[in-house]
């Protein structure tokens, strides 16, 4: 088990461009989760995946932004018409169910090493 | 609305000496509770987490207080080792809202003097 891998590590692109990053959970996790953070803050929740199924968005996702996953493996995250303020780190998530263990009453979400975007 | 707040930035602590980063919550609706340790350049590493089914949970060197009547949770790490120098995440999860993101707080970085 590798953990969650996430790719590019590092993008530099110009205002307008078009940027797609990609997420790869742990091989046994079928939910998946896309958050972004800025500087002095936590993680801020984007967007949910059980399986290839998006079951929910932050209102934090724009038209700009699009995720996909496909095939309940892999994921992207597609940012349209870059500006200036989408600069961030884009963290990417996995999870199982929570297995009915009292003592974790829901899942518990690993996290990749993120995705660093600039936009100049 | 910050529904879970670390209000220290920053803490340094003398290495061998007891860390508490602190953390409150305004959800009453929240009963899973985690600390994430973050590096720069890296994402968040999972470090311990509580159901509120219980007060207290402990793991090595790391051990998370949880007082459900005042909406606070604390971790402890005893001895602090120069190495635990990162920024500690607190985050929040509700089992009954029918949402999986976590909230998570503002972050405290923590330095451990040598």
């Known amino acids: 088990d590798t953990g969650v891998s996430q790719d590019p590590r590092h993008k530099i692109t110009k205002r307008g461009q078009n940027v797609t990053f990609r997420c790869d959970p742990i091989?046994?996790?079928?939910?998946l989760y896309w958050y972004r953070q800025t500087l002095g803050q936590g993680p801020e929740f984007l967007t949910y995946f059980q399986n290839e199924a998006q079951l929910e968005k932050s209102r934090l996702l724009s038209d700009r932004f699009s995720a996909e996953r496909p095939k309940g493996s892999f994921s992207t995250l597609e940012i349209q018409r870059t500006e200036q303020g989408d600069s961030a780190m884009y963290l990417c998530?996995?999870?199982?169910?929570?297995?009915?263990?009292?003592?974790?009453?829901?899942?518990?979400?690993?996290f990749g090493p993120g995705t660093r975007l600039t936009v100049l | 609305d910050q529904q879970v707040k670390q209000n220290s930035p920053s803490l340094s602590v003398q290495e061998g000496r007891i860390s508490i980063l602190n953390c409150d919550y305004t959800?009453?609706?929240?009963?899973?509770f985690l600390w994430y340790k973050k590096y720069p350049a890296e994402g968040p590493t999972f470090l311990i987490s509580i159901s509120s089914i219980k007060d207290k949970n402990e793991d090595g060197r790391f051990t998370v207080f949880l007082n459900k009547s005042a909406k606070h949770l604390s971790l402890h790490i005893v001895p602090s080792q120069p190495g635990d120098s990162a920024v500690y995440f607190c985050a929040a999860d509700s089992s009954t809202s029918g949402t999986y993101k976590y909230i998570f707080g503002t972050g405290t970085r923590l330095k451990v003097l040598a």
């Open positions: 091989s046994e996790h079928n939910r």
């Open positions: 998530a996995s999870s199982s169910p929570a297995a009915g263990d009292p003592n974790r009453p829901t899942d518990t979400q690993y």
């Open positions: 959800n009453s609706m929240f009963d899973y």
